[in-house]
């Protein structure tokens, strides 16, 4: 059997957001799984569009995400020469033709077609055929280079998504696949690509649907086999709008800074237009092992958050607290917390193992981190609302409690109960002042949790400030 051979090959022409990488993400992990090739292209011909930030935003994506490629970047500017090659080849051997029509003289074409009521088409003038005399070359005119589309019949093929697709070759005209300065058009590099490539399988968003009948005819033309194309619905953002940056989207790495875990963003794009039964939550190695062609989604996936959340909320809980401890201090230092603040607090480890299972996210696990590195601020509202007369002696006493206990959170628990119940009180009247006094806010974990990662000192000190 031929080795599979897949290829992503974005235009780096804006930002990447998930639709763009989920169309790297597919033909990865088809690669992957069948242990073939994965081969990363850079579209790079629109020069007034490709940016080098716009490569570098792929490539970073795609790192982040683990989407490793085969073979290269290969960047199509730098193949102009072999692009070059095959134009001529092609003109040698009457696969394609010199067309020297002016852009006036199809303009009134096309308006003479538009005023008949026919589809706009090249009315194949320069065409060379068999006992046909072509106009008289003029002068000053640079030629532009068009493929000889077969006449009559059909291209047809069976796409992986969308079933069998079929268009009339008399729907096609002869596609114009050099310009007057001799450089390739799209289309036409992209089937070049495809054939030194030897691509076997395409997997890209479906708003190329239109061109593969095109791309086939030339492939074909230039003795190639067809590769097999599975044409992707688009991703629609919360709106039902084509996700894109003019519609709000975020870039890849937008993800990454927002506090985002690659794997849950990767198992999120896995099930945004595939599906494996109803299996959910799994791993990059069990994607790759189930993944295939057969179970791509045939309509357009909506991006939900909440969701996108929840996986994140989970591999959250599962990842090493090192490791969050490493993703958590660059947001932390965006909160104003450096190094040595970090130091002079409880050991972060440990407030990220109290924290995690109640974050969707890193910066949330930040946020709420906060609180143990940092000075309260306390909003007088809250303080008079919690800090009442009644409550004072009772945080009074359970200061003194803590003063004596073995720091521990039984101890620290078995603390408060003690004052509950000699002050006939409930939880909430004890539990919220004292996280207002000591965290500065009355949203925190169990107490006792948050109370023993504090510190005794810290805890006594803030209490005795609050009741004084
Ligand atoms: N460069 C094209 C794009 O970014 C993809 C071309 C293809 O996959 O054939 O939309």
């Not at 790079?44 to 792929?58: G, K, N, P």
């Not at 102009?80 to 090659?85: A, F, G, K, L, P």
Request: hydrophobic residues 40%; negative net charge; contains cysteine.
């Amino acid at each position: 059997m031929t080795q599979v051979r897949t290829r992503f090959a974005p235009s780096p022409t804006g930002f990447i957001h998930l639709g763009n990488i989920r169309s790297a993400l597919y033909p990865w992990a088809f690669a992957r799984k069948m242990k073939g090739v994965f081969v990363l292209r850079i579209e790079d011909t629109d020069l007034e569009r490709s940016t080098d930030a716009s490569v570098d935003a792929i490539l970073e994506g795609m790192e982040w995400l683990g989407l490793d490629y085969d073979e290269g970047p290969i960047y199509q500017m730098q193949r102009m020469d072999r692009y070059r090659e095959v134009l001529k080849q092609m003109l040698d051997q009457g696969l394609a033709y010199h067309c020297y029509m002016s852009t006036e003289e199809l303009d009134a074409l096309r308006e003479r077609q538009r005023a008949a009521n026919e589809k706009p088409r090249y009315d194949g003038t320069w065409r060379p055929e068999e006992g046909k005399v072509l106009p008289p070359i003029p002068e000053g005119v640079s030629p532009v280079i068009r493929f000889r589309n077969p006449i009559g019949g059909v291209v047809s093929w069976d796409d992986a998504v969308k079933g069998t697709i079929e268009i009339s070759n008399d729907e096609l005209d002869d596609l114009v696949i050099a310009r007057p300065d001799g450089t390739p058009t799209y289309n036409f590099c992209v089937v070049v690509d495809d054939l030194d490539m030897k691509i076997t399988h395409v997997i890209r968003g479906d708003d190329h649907v239109n061109n593969t009948p095109r791309q086939i005819n030339i492939l074909r033309a230039l003795g190639g086999e067809v590769p097999v194309y599975a044409h992707l619905p688009t991703v629609l953002n919360e709106q039902g709008e084509k996700m894109s940056k003019r519609h709000g989207a975020m870039s890849v790495m937008g993800y990454r800074d927002s506090g985002y875990l690659p794997e849950a963003v990767l198992n999120y794009l896995a099930r945004l237009g595939w599906s494996h039964g109803d299996a959910e939550i799994f791993s990059r190695e069990q994607f790759v092992e189930w993944f295939d062609l057969d179970h791509l989604g045939k309509s357009p996936a909506q991006y939900d958050p909440d969701r996108l959340n929840w996986l994140n909320a989970h591999y959250i809980k599962e990842a090493d607290n090192a490791r969050l401890e490493t993703l958590t201090k660059p947001f932390l230092a965006e909160l104003g917390i450096d190094a040595a603040m970090i130091e002079q607090g409880p050991p972060l480890e440990l407030v990220i193992g109290l924290l995690k299972d109640r974050a969707s996210t890193v910066k949330e696990i930040a946020d709420n981190a906060a609180m143990f590195y940092q000075e309260p601020v306390i909003d007088p509202a809250a303080l008079a609302q919690h800090v009442t007369e009644a409550v004072r002696p009772a945080l009074a006493d359970l200061r003194l409690a803590l003063s004596e206990v073995e720091w521990s959170k039984e101890a620290i628990s078995a603390a408060f109960k003690a004052t509950l119940t000699s002050h006939k009180l409930k939880m909430p009247h004890l539990a919220m002042p004292v996280r207002l006094l000591v965290a500065g806010t009355t949203h925190t974990p169990s107490i006792d949790a948050v109370l023993m990662l504090f510190g005794r000192e810290t805890v006594l000190a803030r209490l005795e400030k609050g009741i004084a």
